[in-house]
Structure formats: C-alpha cells, structure tokens
C-alpha cells in the first residue's frame, strides 16, 4: 500500500496514478479527487468516522481548527463527488465498525470484490488500534490519522 510520503507527492505533483493500478492506495481529503477518469473502473473503499472524530484527527495532523460541521461538509463533498463518477464503485464501512470487529468487516469489503486478505487486514488493524491507544495513554496527537481514508483498487 501506498501512504503518507506518498500522498505528499500526489498532491504536489503529476503523480503517477499509472503506477499504482490494481492497488490499494490510502487517500486523505481531497486527494481521492485526483483520480483519473481514463476509462478505467475502481473500487474505493470510503472509511467513514464521526464528524468530531474527522475535525479533532484533523485538526492533530495540521494543527488546524476545522470544526465539525465543517468536516462533516468535506466528507459529503468527497462522498458526492465518488458517487457522481460512472468509473466508481464506493464501499462505505465506518471505522468504528472495523476496530470493533475487523474481521467482519474485511469480509464485507471482500465480498463486494475487493482483493484482501481479511486475516492479515485485522493483524494491522489491531496493530494500528494498539498505537493509538498508545498514543492516548501519552497524550500525543496520532500524526498519521487523516479527514478522510480511503483504498482504491481497480475492478477487473
């Protein structure tokens, strides 16, 4: 999977979508919208969390001050925007609903045909959960949390 310094390069530059076809590529924010409509078709897995939940991770990671009602508005533009394109198909899972139960969920997302092995997603879900406890336990904002995850992959 693709990530963080990654992603810093997508938004900064013609980033090489090409490369990363047939891939799972973790997006924040707007950068989801830079996907390119070039007859392909994907499949984007829209991780969804509470609006204060979106605005305090938001928030920790720029060091910003959205609120929110304001996240909650980014979100649903995103949202709007993957649902009005022909070339995409969005699986909505809510990230509470993973930490709580990931295997269950994993499975959700592999019957709507995404490639993944959901045993494997669990071990780094409990991974990333037990960081983020963590984090908490040390007061530390958790840098690496974003508005808004989502995973593409490419539909055969």
Same mark, same amino acid.
């Given at each position: 999977?693709?990530?963080?310094?990654?992603?810093?390069?997508?938004?900064?530059?013609?980033?090489?979508?090409?490369?990363?076809?047939?891939?799972?590529?973790?997006?924040?924010?707007?950068? #989801? $919208?830079?996907?390119?409509?070039?007859?392909? &078709?994907?499949?984007? %897995?829209?991780?969804?969390? !509470?609006? *204060?939940?979106?605005?305090?991770?938001?928030?920790?990671?720029?060091?910003?001050?959205?609120?929110?009602?304001?996240?909650?508005?980014?979100?649903?533009?995103?949202?709007?925007?993957?649902?009005?394109?022909?070339?995409?198909?969005?699986?909505?899972?809510?990230?509470?609903?993973?930490?709580?139960?990931? #295997? $269950?969920?994993?499975?959700?997302?592999?019957? &709507?045909?995404?490639? %993944?092995?959901?045993?494997? !997603?669990? *071990?780094?879900?409990?991974?990333?959960?037990?960081?983020?406890?963590?984090?908490?336990?040390?007061?530390?904002?958790?840098?690496?949390?974003?508005?808004?995850?989502?995973?593409?992959?490419?539909?055969?």
């Amino acid at each position: 999977a693709y990530e963080r310094e990654d992603l810093r390069e997508m938004n900064r530059t013609k980033f090489q979508w090409n490369d990363l076809y047939d891939k799972a590529v973790k997006c924040a924010g707007n950068s #989801i $919208k830079r996907m390119p409509a070039d007859g392909r &078709k994907y499949k984007v %897995i829209f991780m969804r969390r !509470g609006p *204060q939940q979106i605005a305090d991770s938001w928030n920790a990671f720029r060091n910003s001050n959205m609120t929110p009602e304001h996240a909650q508005q980014v979100v649903e533009n995103i949202y709007n925007h993957l649902h009005s394109r022909d070339d995409v198909n969005v699986i909505e899972v809510w990230y509470e609903d993973v930490l709580e139960d990931p #295997i $269950k969920q994993l499975n959700k997302v592999k019957q &709507k045909g995404v490639k %993944i092995d959901s045993e494997k !997603g669990a *071990q780094v879900v409990q991974t990333d959960k037990d960081d983020t406890d963590k984090q908490e336990q040390t007061e530390q904002p958790q840098d690496d949390q974003s508005i808004q995850n989502a995973f593409v992959q490419s539909e055969d």
